[in-house]
């Protein structure tokens, strides 16, 4: 059972606190400990060795730095832009974090820009419960490559569309338009609909190719870009507003964008944050309030309104500005995703669906996207 998350800020997090994500995670919560890392972010979910044991074997890791309004302490300096030169430059840096560690690390992790990438990337992980790879993780599992598929959250790099293509060619195959509002569209607590520059960004990017992440759009840029996007459509980390009452900013889906993402065959990628699970639930509070039954409700939510179990899946954000205190009790890293079966499974999701739910409904809309 593979699984698949649709969004990791991981170059974000190598840059601004350092973590090498070749590490396990009980070695970076050791490096960091008494630091400034778990105060500002929480502790490190994710490394290399748990996304073997916990077989995550790809991740959409995202191009993302904070709009310099947003910054929110001295330790971003030099991670935050007032520009879309400055994003840029913040941006091309982000690429070359991931081809480094790519570069340096190719036994564990692969970027994946085309189908033939990502079905390099299947066969070794299918494998592992055949002949396996020859190689084993520090946990005596076969042990295969991570596939990492580059997404761009909040698109302010982009100075005219027409440089799209260039993104395209350093391996960018997602793209979500905005974080907080900006020249595109309103986003996340900035409400607004597309701008005709936005319009122009999704022209261009319908015509090669890219996928559209409608994550942290304000509801009025995503209707219309409902109506008018021809290519792909995701959510790669959004949950459902009708579970959380007392939540009124747009950062969450209100049933007539999830009606309108179902519509068009995309698919929602649920943040197992406790924040965005439990009304009410703010960082701080005891983790232990929140178990992954919550992750379930929002999966089933979905899937009762789809009438299916193909237009769902994960999208954790983790190590994304909280750590394990504001994850579900069961979650100590990456790892624990699996636990989630279980508890489909007594849900009444046969194995296929679960299947689907945890990795394959991403893959399917890869095989969209890909060249």
């Not at 070749?22 to 929480?42: D, F, K, Q, Y």
């Not at 596939?147 to 350093?170: F, I, K, N, T």
């Not at 607004?192 to 509801?219: I, V, Y």
Request: charged residues 20%; glycine residues 12%; negative net charge.
């Amino acid at each position: 059972m593979l699984i698949v998350d649709a969004h990791q800020d991981l170059a974000w997090n190598m840059l601004s606190f350092g973590r090498d994500y070749t590490h396990s995670v009980a070695e970076t919560r050791r490096i960091e400990a008494g630091g400034l890392a778990p105060i500002v972010n929480g502790d490190a979910l994710l490394g290399w060795p748990e996304y073997q044991k916990g077989c995550v074997g790809l991740v959409f890791a995202s191009l993302f730095a904070t709009p310099v309004r947003h910054c929110v302490g001295s330790w971003e300096h030099g991670l935050c832009y007032a520009d879309s030169i400055q994003a840029a430059r913040l941006y091309r840096t982000q690429l070359d974090v991931y081809k480094r560690l790519i570069n340096d690390h190719p036994d564990m992790f692969a970027l994946v820009t085309t189908r033939s990438d990502l079905e390099r990337v299947l066969a070794v992980w299918r494998g592992r419960n055949g002949e396996g790879t020859g190689q084993e993780d520090a946990v005596g599992h076969s042990a295969s490559p991570v596939g990492l598929v580059v997404s761009m959250e909040g698109a302010e790099c982009v100075r005219d569309p027409g440089e799209l293509e260039a993104w395209w060619q350093h391996g960018v195959r997602l793209i979500g338009p905005a974080w907080s509002g900006n020249q595109f569209c309103g986003g996340t607590r900035e409400p607004g609909p597309l701008s005709p520059k936005g319009m122009a960004l999704l022209e261009h990017m319908g015509d090669l190719g890219f996928g559209l992440d409608l994550t942290h759009m304000d509801e009025q840029a995503v209707l219309q870009a409902l109506d008018i996007y021809p290519g792909a459509l995701l959510a790669s980390h959004s949950n459902a507003l009708a579970l959380l009452k007392d939540h009124s900013d747009n950062r969450h889906l209100s049933d007539r964008v999830i009606d309108g993402i179902l519509e068009r065959d995309g698919i929602i990628g649920i943040v197992p944050f406790n924040q965005f699970l439990k009304p009410g639930w703010r960082i701080g509070d005891r983790r232990e309030e929140v178990s992954l039954e919550w992750v379930v409700a929002q999966i089933d939510y979905i899937c009762q309104k789809a009438g299916d179990a193909r237009h769902v899946g994960l999208g954790t954000d983790f190590d994304g500005g909280f750590g394990w205190q504001s994850v579900p009790s069961e979650i100590n890293s990456i790892a624990d995703l699996s636990k989630l079966a279980p508890l489909l499974m007594e849900k009444g999701y046969p194995d296929e669906e679960i299947i689907s739910v945890l990795g394959e409904n991403w893959i399917g809309l890869l095989k969209r996207i890909l060249p």
